[in-house]
C-alpha cells in the first residue's frame, strides 16, 4: 500500500473528565475515499475537528506526506491543503458562484478585484470536476438546489489546489438524483488523486464509493478495513457493537464503561 | 488538480457552460432576462424611478412651477443631503443592521465644523476633516459596541440618539444657532459650478463610463467570460449620456426668475460632491476585497467567518462609513440652511434617510443594496415636500405622504425578499 496522505497516529482527545477519543489512528490515502463511520457520539465530529486544526489534540502525532507537522489553527490545516466541506455549507445566498468560491481569497489586481482571473479559475474548475449541472457561473447561490450548492462547496474546497477534501454529511439532505450528482464527485476527486474523507451514516452511500473504511465505536477505532472486505452488516455491527466476529474491539464489551 | 496546459483548460471550460444563461446573446434574451429578474422580486431602484416619475408627473400637472429649472436646482440642493446621509446607511443596512443615530451625528459634527470656524477662526477644510473625524469617532464607538459587545444595534443607535443631541444643545445653548456662511461650505449649496466646467465634467463622465464599458465588455468577451450583449451596452452608454448631458444643459440654462437683472446658471456645487462620492463608494462595495466582504457578512455572517473574513472589522467600518458620511450629510445640510442649530439632525432626516435607501431598493434584511440606491430614493424623498411645497398643502400632508412613501417601500422590499426565496433568484 502506498504512503498515506495524512496519518494520525495515538490521538487522545478529552473535554474535562470527558475521554472522547481514545489512541485514535487514522489515515488517508491519495487517490482513495476513506469513509469514517459511526454512531452520533463515537467521536467522529471530533476527529474531523482536530484534523481541521479547530480543536487540539491531547496526545497523538499529526503526520501530513510522511512528515510530522505541527497544527494549531484551520489556517495551518489549509496551508497544508486540507480543505473540510461542513455539512451546513457556508455559502453566502446573495453572492454568486465566482464569489463565493473566492470568498476571503479574492484575487486582486491592484487595488480592484480580478473578476476576469476569477470567473475563469472558477470554470475551469468546475469545468474538470465535470460539473454540468450548473447553469451559469454568475448564477446566485440562493438559485441553486442542494445537491448544487453541494457541489459548489466541494469545488470551492478544490480550488485551492488542496491535497485532501473532508466532506461531513454531503448527502444528508438531498434528493436520490442530487445524491447521486455529488457521490458521482466524490468519486472524481478520489480519481484526479485527492485523498477524500467522507462522513456518512448512509451505509449505501459508504459501499457505493469508498475505498476503506474506518470505524469508531466510543472514541476508539473499532475497525480500519478495505470496503470490499467487509459486508454492509458487518460494518453496521461494528458501528453498533465495536466488533463482528473477528473484526473489532476484544474488549468493546468493557470499552463502554 | 495542477492546472493543465492553459489552451487545454479553455476548452473544456468553454465546453462546460456553452448555455450560459447569463451569457444573453441579444437584446431579446437581455430583455427576457430582466423580466425573470423582476417576475422574481430583484427589482433594483425601478420602484424608486417609477416613484419618481408618478411624482413628477403629478406636481407638474398640479403645478406649473415644478418643472421650472430654478426648482429643479433647487431639488438637486435639497436632495443632497438625504442622498449622502442614506448612502452612508447603506453600508449598515448591508450588514442587517440600523444606525437611527446617523441624523443627530451628522448634526453634532455641523456644530463642531461651525464652531471651529467662528471661534478658532480655521480654514475650511480643517473645520470639516474635524466635523468628519467627529463623525469617524461616533462610529467607531458605536461599530464597537455592536461587534464587540453584540447589543444590538437598534438599541446601542437609539441611545446615540438621544445622548449626541446633548452635544449641540450644550455647545450652542438653547433657542441659539450658529451661522455657517463660510465662503466655500455655504458656497456648495448657493453656488454654481461655472458653466464651461460643468460641461467639460459632464462629458468627461460620459466618456469615462463609455470607455470603461466597452473596455470591460471586450476582455470579458473574448475571454468567453459571461458579458452583455453588444447593443445593451451601448444602451447603456446612451441612456447615461442622456441623463448626464440633459440636465447638464439644463441647468446651464440662466434659471433667474427674473433673466434680464441676474444671470443663475450652472450645476449646483453639491451635485459634484454627491456624485464624487457615488463613484467612490460604488467602486468600494463592487470593486474591492473590502466591498465583497461587506456583501458577505450581510449574507451569512457565519460563511464568512469561516471563509476567514473578520466580521468584527467589517461591522466596525460600516458604521464608521455610516456616521462619516453622516457628519457630510450634516455639512449640506447646515450649508443649505446657513445655521446649525441645537434641533440639527434630530427631526426627520434619518427616517428620511432610511427611507431613502429603502425606496431606492437597499434591503432591511441585509445583503442587498448599492450607492446608487441611496441617490435614486433620496430624490425622490426629497420630491416630496419640494412639489408640496408648491402646492401651499399644511405640512402634515407632507408627513402623511412621506410615511406613506416609506412604508410602501418597505413592503415592496419584504414582498419581493419573498418572492427572490420562492424564486431562487
Redesign the interface.
Known amino acids: 500500500m502506498t504512503q498515506p496522505l495524512l496519518e494520525l497516529r495515538g490521538v487522545n482527545k478529552s473535554f474535562g473528565v470527558v475521554h472522547v477519543l481514545h489512541d485514535v489512528d487514522f489515515a488517508v490515502y491519495p487517490g482513495q475515499v476513506t469513509a469514517l463511520v459511526g454512531d452520533n457520539g463515537a467521536g467522529k465530529s471530533t476527529l474531523v475537528k482536530i484534523i481541521a486544526g479547530i480543536y487540539g489534540r491531547d496526545t497523538g502525532d499529526y503526520i501530513f506526506d510522511g512528515e510530522q507537522v505541527s497544527v494549531h489553527s484551520p ?1 495551518d490545516v489549509a496551508a497544508l491543503g486540507v480543505e473540510v466541506v ?1 455539512q ?8 454568486d458562484i465566482v ?1 463565493n468560491m473566492f ?4 484575487e ?1 489586481k491592484g ?3 480580478d473578476e ?1 482571473t476569477m ?2 479559475r472558477a ?2 474548475t ?3 470536476l ?3 449541472t450548473v ?6 447561490v ?3 438546489s442542494g445537491g448544487q450548492r453541494q457541489t459548489v462547496a466541494i469545488a470551492k474546497a ?1 480550488l485551492w ?3 485532501i477534501v473532508l466532506l461531513d454529511e454531503p448527502t444528508a439532505a438531498l434528493g436520490v438524483a442530487q445524491t447521486r450528482q455529488v457521490l458521482d464527485l466524490v468519486r472524481r476527486l478520489a480519481d ?3 485523498g477524500v474523507v467522507l462522513i456518512s451514516h448512509n451505509m449505501g452511500d459508504v459501499f457505493e464509493v469508498a475505498d476503506r473504511i474506518t470505524a469508531l465505536y466510543l472514541g476508539q477505532v473499532a475497525a480500519d478495513v478495505p470496503a470490499k472486505d467487509v459486508t454492509h452488516s458487518q460494518v453496521v455491527e461494528l458501528i453498533t457493537a465495536g466488533r463482528s466476529g473477528d473484526l473489532g474491539l476484544t474488549n468493546a464489551a468493557t470499552a463502554t464503561i | ?3 493543465q496546459t492553459e489552451t487545454t ?2 476548452q ?2 468553454a ?3 456553452d ?5 444573453a446573446a441579444t437584446i431579446g434574451d437581455a430583455a427576457r432576462d430582466y423580466v425573470n429578474r423582476l417576475r422574481g422580486g430583484d427589482m433594483g431602484s425601478l420602484p424608486a424611478i417609477l416613484g419618481l416619475v408618478v411624482l413628477f408627473g403629478v406636481f407638474a400637472s398640479l403645478n406649473d412651477q415644478f418643472l421650472t429649472t430654478y426648482n429643479m436646482a433647487n431639488l438637486v440642493v435639497q436632495a443632497g443631503s438625504i442622498c449622502v446621509l442614506a448612502m452612508g446607511l447603506v453600508f449598515v443596512l448591508l450588514l442587517g443592521e440600523i444606525d437611527l443615530s446617523a441624523g443627530v451625528a451628522g448634526g453634532a459634527a455641523a456644530t463642531i465644523t461651525a464652531l471651529m470656524l467662528i471661534d478658532y477662526d480655521w480654514t475650511w477644510w480643517l473645520a470639516t476633516l474635524a466635523g468628519i473625524a467627529v463623525g469617524a469617532v461616533i462610529g467607531t464607538v458605536i461599530g464597537s459596541l455592536v461587534a464587540l459587545l453584540g447589543i444590538p444595534s437598534f438599541v446601542v443607535t437609539l441611545a446615540f440618539f438621544l445622548a449626541l443631541q446633548a452635544v449641540p444643545l450644550k455647545l450652542i445653548g438653547s433657542g441659539g444657532s450658529l451661522r455657517f456662511n463660510d465662503e466655500v461650505l455655504r458656497g456648495l449649496s448657493i453656488k454654481n459650478v461655472p458653466v464651461t466646467a460643468g460641461w467639460i465634467a459632464a462629458v468627461l463622465i460620459v466618456a469615462g463610463f463609455a470607455a470603461l464599458s466597452l473596455w470591460r465588455y471586450r ?2 468577451a473574448s ?1 468567453g ?2 458579458h452583455q450583449p453588444l447593443a445593451l451596452v451601448v444602451i447603456q452608454i446612451v441612456v447615461l449620456a442622456a441623463i448626464v448631458l440633459g440636465l447638464t444643459a439644463l441647468l446651464s440654462t440662466n434659471r433667474a426668475p427674473n433673466p434680464a437683472v441676474f444671470n443663475i446658471s450652472g450645476i449646483p456645487w453639491v451635485a459634484p460632491v454627491v456624485i464624487a462620492l457615488l463613484l467612490f463608494w460604488t ?1 468600494v462595495l463592487t ?3 473590502f466591498g ?2 461587506l ?2 457578512v ?3 455572517a ?3 467567518r ?4 473578520n466580521v468584527t472589522r467589517i461591522k466596525i467600518a460600516a458604521f464608521v462609513i455610516a456616521s462619516s458620511m453622516a457628519a457630510v450629510s450634516g455639512l449640506l445640510a447646515a450649508s443649505y440652511t446657513g445655521k446649525v442649530s441645537p434641533g440639527s439632525g434630530g427631526g426627520n432626516e434619518l427616517l428620511y434617510a432610511v427611507g431613502a435607501a429603502v425606496i431606492g431598493g437597499t434591503s432591511l434584511f441585509g ?2 443594496g448599492r450607492a446608487i440606491d441611496a441617490v435614486v430614493g433620496g430624490l425622490v424623498i426629497a420630491t416630496i415636500p419640494n412639489g408640496l411645497g408648491l402646492l401651499n398643502q399644511a405640512s402634515y400632508i407632507n408627513f402623511l405622504v412621506t410615511g406613506g412613501v416609506l412604508l410602501l417601500a418597505a413592503s415592496v422590499d419584504a414582498v419581493s425578499r419573498r418572492r ?2 420562492a ?3
Not at chain 1, 470568498?103 to 479574492?106: I, N, V
Open positions: 489556517r461542513y451546513d455549507l457556508a455559502l453566502c445566498d446573495n453572492l464569489e470568498l476571503g481569497r479574492e486582486t487595488i480592484g478585484l476576469v470567473e475563469s470554470r475551469e468546475l469545468a474538470s465535470s460539473v454540468r447553469k451559469s457561473v454568475r448564477q446566485s440562493s438559485s441553486l478544490v489546489n488542496s491535497k484526479r488523486g485527492l | 488538480m495542477t492546472l483548460d479553455q473544456s471550460a465546453h462546460g457552460f448555455n450560459d444563461n447569463r451569457q476582455s470579458r475571454r467570460l459571461v467602486f470593486r474591492t476585497r465583497r466582504h456583501y458577505a450581510g449574507g451569512n457565519e460563511a464568512a469561516r471563509a476567514g473574513i445583503g442587498r427572490r426565496s424564486a431562487g433568484v
